[in-house]
């Protein structure tokens, strides 16, 4: 499709991907998935439940392994790379899991210095002046002794990215990151990866299905349908998409075929005596 040819992001790719597959139990997820992200920018991979995002998030990180295709870091291919040289390369991303993942056991600072005490930072100041350094950042900086329990989910969610750059990575990924929360909560989080992507200057990769975050943070933007990229462009190019599919998900319409099964169901609900 020409989106594809014509949109790509100028530059030289950061991360890239390329003809990625990936199959759960028979089912194909990834179905020859090819993808670019160049550095210093804020690309938002948009599309339905189900479609593939988080697991091809999962496969730039190398957390998973494509069945056949290529992931490049930096020029270096990491999809074949053993275990042990993964270790280094996964510290120069940081991870906004799509429900945060904080340690329930552990209070904020001990949640955020948990990567730090893996990495083999030892000297426990510079430890705690690294902790304060992303909290102030967030702008949480008197939570370092709460609990998760005792914090809101914007706050857990803060947190969560707080301890996700404190290893000052170059690349952000950010998996549905305002899932759960209220509109204004859901802004905060939004200004948080602008601040952070202009501070830090660092490549963010937000995985989403909410327009109003995309159309704010984004440099680029991408559609992902049934384990394929479909267009890609500016954000601009996705307020009037030419391709009736995407303009089904941009205008949130359902298809005919689901409108038609809703429509020919029969049946009653039973009632209980």
């Given at each position: 499709?020409?989106?594809?040819?014509?949109?790509?992001?100028?530059?030289?790719?950061?991360?890239?991907?390329?003809?990625?597959?990936?199959?759960?139990?028979?089912k194909?997820?990834?179905?020859?998935?090819?993808?670019?992200?160049?550095?210093?920018?804020?690309?938002?991979?948009?599309?339905?439940s189900?479609?593939?995002?988080?697991?091809?998030?999962?496969?730039?990180v190398?957390l998973?392994?494509?069945?056949s295709?290529?992931?490049?870091?930096?020029?270096?291919?990491?999809?074949?790379?053993?275990?042990?040289?993964?270790?280094?390369?996964?510290?120069?991303?940081?991870?906004?899991?799509?429900?945060?993942?904080?340690?329930?056991?552990?209070?904020?600072?001990m949640?955020?210095?948990?990567?730090?005490?893996?990495?083999?930072?030892?000297?426990?100041?510079?430890?705690?002046?690294?902790?304060?350094?992303?909290?102030?950042?967030?702008?949480?900086?008197?939570t370092?002794?709460?609990m998760?329990?005792?914090?809101?989910?914007g706050?857990?969610?803060?947190?969560?990215?707080?301890?996700?750059?404190?290893?000052?990575p170059?690349?952000?990924l950010?998996?549905?990151p305002?899932?759960?929360?209220?509109?204004?909560?859901?802004?905060?989080?939004?200004?948080?990866?602008?601040?952070?992507?202009?501070?830090?200057?660092?490549?963010?990769?937000?995985?989403?299905?909410?327009?109003?975050?995309?159309?704010?943070?984004?440099?680029?933007?991408?559609?992902?349908?049934?384990?394929?990229?479909?267009?890609?462009?500016?954000?601009?190019?996705?307020?009037?998409?030419?391709?009736?599919?995407?303009?089904?998900?941009?205008?949130?319409?359902?298809s005919?075929?689901?409108?038609?099964?809703?429509?020919?169901?029969?049946?009653?609900?039973?009632?209980?005596?």
């Open positions: 499709m020409t989106d594809l040819q014509n949109n790509r992001p100028p530059g030289r790719s950061l991360v890239r991907a390329h003809d990625l597959r990936k199959s759960f139990n028979g194909e997820i990834l179905k020859g998935l090819s993808v670019e992200f160049a550095p210093h920018r804020t690309t938002v991979v948009l599309g339905p189900g479609c593939g995002k988080s697991v091809m998030l999962k496969h730039l190398g998973l392994r494509p069945d295709g290529e992931v490049h870091f930096d020029d270096v291919r990491i999809d074949t790379m053993p275990e042990k040289r993964m270790t280094p390369i996964r510290r120069q991303f940081g991870f906004l899991f799509q429900m945060g993942a904080l340690f329930d056991s552990l209070n904020v600072r949640n955020i210095e948990f990567p730090l005490v893996e990495s083999g930072v030892t000297d426990p100041e510079e430890r705690r002046q690294r902790v304060r350094e992303v909290l102030s950042m967030v702008g949480l900086t008197d370092e002794e709460m998760p329990a005792d914090l809101s989910g706050q857990r969610k803060r947190i969560a990215l707080a301890r996700s750059i404190v290893l000052r170059r690349v952000i950010y998996d549905e305002t899932t759960g929360l209220d509109p204004i909560r859901s802004d905060v989080i939004n200004e948080l990866i602008l601040k952070l992507q202009r501070e830090l200057e660092a490549t963010s990769i937000v995985v989403t299905h909410d327009l109003t975050s995309a159309f704010k943070v984004a440099d680029h933007m991408l559609l992902m349908l049934d384990g394929k990229i479909v267009m890609q462009g500016p954000p601009s190019a996705f307020k009037n998409p030419e391709n009736p599919e995407v303009a089904r998900f941009m205008q949130g319409r359902a005919d075929e689901d409108l038609a099964a809703i429509r020919n169901t029969t049946g009653k609900i039973g009632v209980c005596s």
